[in-house]
Protein backbone atom coordinates (compact mmCIF):
# COMPACT_ATOMS: atom_id res chain seq x y z
CA UNK A 1 0.00 0.00 0.00
CA UNK A 2 1.90 3.19 -1.61
CA UNK A 3 1.78 6.15 1.05
CA UNK A 4 1.62 9.91 -0.19
CA UNK A 5 4.03 10.61 -2.69
CA UNK A 6 5.11 14.02 -4.24
CA UNK A 7 6.81 14.97 -7.44
CA UNK A 8 9.78 15.72 -7.80
CA UNK A 9 12.09 15.46 -4.96
CA UNK A 10 13.90 18.35 -5.49
CA UNK A 11 13.61 21.94 -7.65
CA UNK A 12 15.52 25.10 -8.26
CA UNK A 13 13.79 27.47 -10.41
CA UNK A 14 14.70 31.62 -10.86
CA UNK A 15 12.88 34.56 -9.00
CA UNK A 16 9.74 35.57 -11.04
CA UNK A 17 9.37 32.17 -12.66
CA UNK A 18 6.23 29.68 -11.84
CA UNK A 19 6.48 26.30 -10.25
CA UNK A 20 3.78 23.11 -10.61
CA UNK A 21 4.31 20.34 -7.46
CA UNK A 22 2.24 17.16 -7.85
CA UNK A 23 1.06 15.54 -4.56
CA UNK A 24 -0.76 11.67 -5.11
CA UNK A 25 -2.68 11.03 -1.49
CA UNK A 26 -2.56 7.17 0.55
CA UNK A 27 -4.42 4.82 -1.43
CA UNK A 28 -8.11 5.85 0.10
CA UNK A 29 -8.02 8.58 0.94
CA UNK A 30 -9.77 11.92 -0.34
CA UNK A 31 -8.47 15.02 1.46
CA UNK A 32 -5.59 16.69 0.40
CA UNK A 33 -3.18 19.64 2.52
CA UNK A 34 -0.44 21.67 1.77
CA UNK A 35 2.53 22.95 3.57
CA UNK A 36 5.21 25.38 3.57
CA UNK A 37 8.17 24.52 5.76
CA UNK A 38 11.13 27.05 5.82
CA UNK A 39 14.76 25.53 6.99
CA UNK A 40 14.68 25.66 10.96
CA UNK A 41 10.65 26.07 11.51
CA UNK A 42 7.64 24.08 11.82
CA UNK A 43 5.39 23.46 8.60
CA UNK A 44 2.84 26.46 8.38
CA UNK A 45 -0.41 25.64 6.57
CA UNK A 46 -1.18 26.65 3.41
CA UNK A 47 -4.66 25.31 1.92
CA UNK A 48 -6.52 21.90 2.10
CA UNK A 49 -8.72 20.18 -0.77
CA UNK A 50 -11.69 17.92 -0.47
CA UNK A 51 -14.04 16.76 -3.20
CA UNK A 52 -12.14 19.25 -5.40
CA UNK A 53 -12.40 22.36 -3.58
CA UNK A 54 -10.38 24.35 -1.22
CA UNK A 55 -11.74 24.11 2.01
CA UNK A 56 -9.34 25.71 4.19
CA UNK A 57 -7.00 28.30 3.94
CA UNK A 58 -3.87 29.47 5.78
CA UNK A 59 -2.05 32.71 5.21
CA UNK A 60 -0.38 32.36 2.15
CA UNK A 61 -1.17 35.29 -0.63
CA UNK A 62 -2.83 34.37 -3.87
CA UNK A 63 0.32 33.49 -5.76
CA UNK A 64 -0.32 30.00 -3.91
CA UNK A 65 -2.78 28.34 -5.33
CA UNK A 66 -3.99 24.60 -5.99
CA UNK A 67 -6.16 21.94 -7.84
CA UNK A 68 -7.65 18.91 -6.68
CA UNK A 69 -8.61 16.32 -9.22
CA UNK A 70 -11.31 13.57 -9.36
CA UNK A 71 -9.05 10.86 -8.30
CA UNK A 72 -8.35 13.34 -5.49
CA UNK A 73 -4.26 13.98 -6.35
CA UNK A 74 -3.35 17.54 -6.14
CA UNK A 75 -1.35 20.20 -6.99
CA UNK A 76 0.27 23.07 -5.80
CA UNK A 77 1.02 26.43 -8.04
CA UNK A 78 2.84 28.95 -7.01
CA UNK A 79 3.29 31.84 -9.80
CA UNK A 80 5.86 34.50 -9.62
CA UNK A 81 8.74 32.97 -6.95
CA UNK A 82 10.05 34.98 -4.59
CA UNK A 83 13.50 34.16 -3.00
CA UNK A 84 11.49 33.48 -0.15
CA UNK A 85 9.49 30.92 -1.52
CA UNK A 86 12.23 28.43 -0.85
CA UNK A 87 11.42 25.29 1.38
CA UNK A 88 10.17 22.04 1.59
CA UNK A 89 7.06 21.51 0.33
CA UNK A 90 4.89 18.86 2.00
CA UNK A 91 1.78 16.89 1.19
CA UNK A 92 -0.79 15.24 3.64
CA UNK A 93 -3.73 13.65 2.91
CA UNK A 94 -6.58 11.85 5.34
CA UNK A 95 -9.23 9.82 4.65
CA UNK A 96 -11.99 12.77 5.41
CA UNK A 97 -11.56 16.31 6.71
CA UNK A 98 -11.45 15.35 10.03
CA UNK A 99 -9.09 12.03 10.16
CA UNK A 100 -5.34 11.77 10.62
CA UNK A 101 -3.03 13.26 8.06
CA UNK A 102 -0.17 11.08 6.88
CA UNK A 103 2.40 12.83 5.09
CA UNK A 104 4.75 12.59 2.21
CA UNK A 105 8.19 13.17 1.85
CA UNK A 106 7.92 16.64 0.42
CA UNK A 107 9.65 18.40 -2.45
CA UNK A 108 11.94 20.94 -2.02
CA UNK A 109 12.39 23.91 -4.06
CA UNK A 110 15.10 26.08 -4.29
CA UNK A 111 14.71 29.64 -5.62
CA UNK A 112 17.51 31.59 -6.96
CA UNK B 1 -0.56 31.47 15.33
CA UNK B 2 0.64 28.00 17.04
CA UNK B 3 -1.78 27.21 19.96
CA UNK B 4 0.92 24.92 21.71
CA UNK B 5 3.96 25.13 23.85
CA UNK B 6 6.74 22.94 23.95
CA UNK B 7 10.46 22.75 25.32
CA UNK B 8 12.96 23.76 22.62
CA UNK B 9 15.07 20.82 23.36
CA UNK B 10 15.72 17.90 25.14
CA UNK B 11 17.83 15.40 25.85
CA UNK B 12 17.13 11.49 26.57
CA UNK B 13 19.56 8.30 27.60
CA UNK B 14 19.09 5.63 24.96
CA UNK B 15 16.93 2.49 26.78
CA UNK B 16 15.46 5.43 28.99
CA UNK B 17 11.72 6.42 28.60
CA UNK B 18 11.55 9.89 27.19
CA UNK B 19 8.68 12.08 28.31
CA UNK B 20 7.84 15.53 26.07
CA UNK B 21 5.66 17.74 27.80
CA UNK B 22 3.11 19.98 25.57
CA UNK B 23 0.83 22.91 26.85
CA UNK B 24 -2.11 23.64 25.09
CA UNK B 25 -4.41 25.76 27.57
CA UNK B 26 -6.61 27.51 25.16
CA UNK B 27 -7.63 23.76 23.54
CA UNK B 28 -11.49 23.94 22.67
CA UNK B 29 -13.58 21.23 23.44
CA UNK B 30 -14.02 18.90 20.10
CA UNK B 31 -10.22 19.52 19.31
CA UNK B 32 -7.62 17.08 19.13
CA UNK B 33 -4.15 16.55 20.29
CA UNK B 34 -1.94 15.05 17.89
CA UNK B 35 1.68 14.38 18.02
CA UNK B 36 3.77 13.90 15.15
CA UNK B 37 7.72 13.83 14.67
CA UNK B 38 10.13 14.93 12.27
CA UNK B 39 13.56 13.07 11.03
CA UNK B 40 15.65 15.35 9.02
CA UNK B 41 14.17 17.38 6.93
CA UNK B 42 11.70 14.13 5.79
CA UNK B 43 7.86 14.64 6.07
CA UNK B 44 6.59 14.37 9.23
CA UNK B 45 5.62 11.33 10.93
CA UNK B 46 2.39 10.43 12.64
CA UNK B 47 2.79 9.01 16.44
CA UNK B 48 -0.13 9.03 18.21
CA UNK B 49 -3.27 11.30 18.84
CA UNK B 50 -6.19 11.80 21.50
CA UNK B 51 -9.06 13.63 22.38
CA UNK B 52 -9.46 13.49 26.66
CA UNK B 53 -8.60 9.62 26.86
CA UNK B 54 -5.17 8.57 27.22
CA UNK B 55 -3.79 6.51 24.39
CA UNK B 56 -1.22 3.56 23.59
CA UNK B 57 0.18 2.24 20.61
CA UNK B 58 2.94 0.17 19.29
CA UNK B 59 5.18 3.41 18.94
CA UNK B 60 4.14 5.61 22.09
CA UNK B 61 1.92 7.04 24.89
CA UNK B 62 0.03 9.55 25.46
CA UNK B 63 -0.98 11.16 28.80
CA UNK B 64 -3.76 14.41 28.61
CA UNK B 65 -4.41 16.19 31.89
CA UNK B 66 -8.10 16.03 33.11
CA UNK B 67 -8.72 19.48 32.24
CA UNK B 68 -6.95 18.90 28.68
CA UNK B 69 -4.85 21.84 29.12
CA UNK B 70 -1.39 19.67 29.27
CA UNK B 71 -0.51 16.50 27.93
CA UNK B 72 2.92 14.31 27.64
CA UNK B 73 4.80 11.89 25.18
CA UNK B 74 5.72 9.11 26.27
CA UNK B 75 8.66 6.87 24.32
CA UNK B 76 9.19 4.10 26.50
CA UNK B 77 12.16 3.30 25.32
CA UNK B 78 14.23 5.74 23.42
CA UNK B 79 16.38 4.45 20.66
CA UNK B 80 18.95 6.77 18.76
CA UNK B 81 16.36 6.83 15.82
CA UNK B 82 14.03 8.52 18.07
CA UNK B 83 16.46 11.45 17.37
CA UNK B 84 14.25 13.79 15.93
CA UNK B 85 12.04 17.13 16.27
CA UNK B 86 8.76 16.22 18.03
CA UNK B 87 5.38 18.22 17.07
CA UNK B 88 2.43 18.83 19.61
CA UNK B 89 -0.26 20.08 17.55
CA UNK B 90 -4.63 20.89 18.23
CA UNK B 91 -6.62 20.12 15.52
CA UNK B 92 -10.17 21.14 15.42
CA UNK B 93 -12.45 21.71 12.88
CA UNK B 94 -12.94 25.63 11.47
CA UNK B 95 -15.81 26.34 9.58
CA UNK B 96 -15.91 23.41 6.68
CA UNK B 97 -12.13 22.61 6.81
CA UNK B 98 -9.16 21.56 9.45
CA UNK B 99 -6.73 23.96 9.95
CA UNK B 100 -3.40 21.95 10.93
CA UNK B 101 -0.90 24.83 12.89
CA UNK B 102 2.17 22.96 13.72
CA UNK B 103 4.99 25.11 16.32
CA UNK B 104 8.38 24.90 16.72
CA UNK B 105 8.13 21.38 18.15
CA UNK B 106 10.91 20.11 20.91
CA UNK B 107 13.88 18.96 19.59
CA UNK B 108 15.27 15.15 21.16
CA UNK B 109 18.35 14.48 21.55
CA UNK B 110 18.83 10.42 22.37
CA UNK B 111 22.27 9.47 23.80
CA UNK B 112 24.42 6.43 23.50
Known amino acids: DAGVTQSPTHLIKTRGQQVTLRCSPK?????VSWYQQALGQGPQFIFQ???????QRGNFPDRFSGHQFPNYSSELNVNALLLGDSALYLC???????????FGPGTRLTVL | DAKTTQPPSMDCAEGRAANLPCNHS???????VYWYRQIHSQGPQYIIH???NNETNEMASLIITEDRKSSTLILPHATLRDTAVYYC?????????????FGAGTRLFVKA
Open chain 2, 26 to 32: TISGNEY
Open chain 2, 89 to 101: IVRGSHTGGFKTI
Open chain 1, 27 to 31: SGHDT
Open chain 2, 50 to 52: GLK
Open chain 1, 92 to 102: ASSSNLADTQY
Open chain 1, 49 to 55: YYEEEER
